[in-house]
């Protein structure tokens, strides 16, 4: 069984500039998650998917933070315009259910923001 | 908003020695998770306790869920270099998101 595949794997940009992640989760899982894990901490929701509707986007800062999954498979996650403090590993989750126990977790795209 | 809380931050030891991690949450858990992340990779589940004062075992990892749903621990007896990372519980208390601890990270030293 694949994993979740994300891309790109490393990116480097510099303040003010945007940026757009990707994520394909794994196949028939419905529902989709993003985190934001900064150095030392837990991963922190960003936006949750229940095939292509939003579950939950209450962390989410929406003045620069917009995702999408409008096939309810794939996902991309964009920050435009991008700050320092957005310099983090993002993470992309995908799991069977809503309620599902288990969390498949990407490999991440760890993002430096100059 | 529910925050969940775990210690030790950082936890050093000999290899054989034994390791416990603490999880604690602001409210009443419906679940609690455990996620074991090594260093440069991403999160890998571990397991998840459903019920009061459940207690279950995987080879040399015991967890626990405490009694009010409010706690949990993971303890790995023996510990071997191969445990090295760090060890994330979260919590959801009812329907809402998975809130995830900031972690115990654990070095062992051969």
């Known amino acids: 069984e694949a994993g979740v595949a994300q891309s790109p794997r490393y990116k480097i940009i510099e303040k003010r500039q945007s940026v757009a992640f990707w994520c394909n989760p794994i196949?028939?899982?419905?529902?989709l998650y993003w985190y934001q894990q900064i150095l030392g901490q837990g991963p922190k929701l960003l936006i949750q998917?229940?095939?292509?509707?939003?579950?939950?986007d209450s962390q989410l800062p929406k003045d620069r933070f917009s995702a999408e999954r409008l096939k309810g498979v794939d996902s991309t996650l964009k920050i435009q315009p991008a700050k320092l403090e957005d310099s983090a590993v993002y993470l992309c989750?995908?799991?069977?259910?809503?309620?599902?126990?288990?969390?498949?977790f990407g490999p991440g795209t760890r993002l430096t923001v100059l | 908003g529910q925050q969940v809380m775990q210690i030790p931050q950082y936890q050093h030891v000999q290899e054989g020695e034994d390791f416990t991690t603490y999880c604690n949450s602001s409210?009443?858990?419906?679940?609690i998770q455990w996620y074991k992340q090594r260093p440069g990779g991403h999160p890998v589940f571990l397991i998840q306790?459903?019920?009061?004062?459940e207690v279950k075992k995987q080879k040399r990892l015991t967890f626990q869920f405490g009694e009010a749903k409010k706690n949990s621990s993971l303890h790995i007896t023996a510990t071997q270099t191969t445990d090295v990372g760090t060890y994330f519980c979260?919590?959801?208390?009812?329907?809402?998101?998975?809130?995830f601890g900031k972690g115990t990270r654990l070095s062992v030293i051969a």
């Open positions: 306790l459903v019920k009061s004062g």
């Open positions: 998917f229940q095939n292509n509707g939003v579950v939950d």
């Open positions: 409210t009443t858990l419906s679940n």
């Open positions: 979260a919590g959801r208390a009812g329907n809402t998101p998975l809130v």
């Open positions: 196949s028939g899982h419905a529902t």
């Open positions: 989750a995908s799991s069977l259910g809503w309620t599902s126990g288990e969390q498949f």
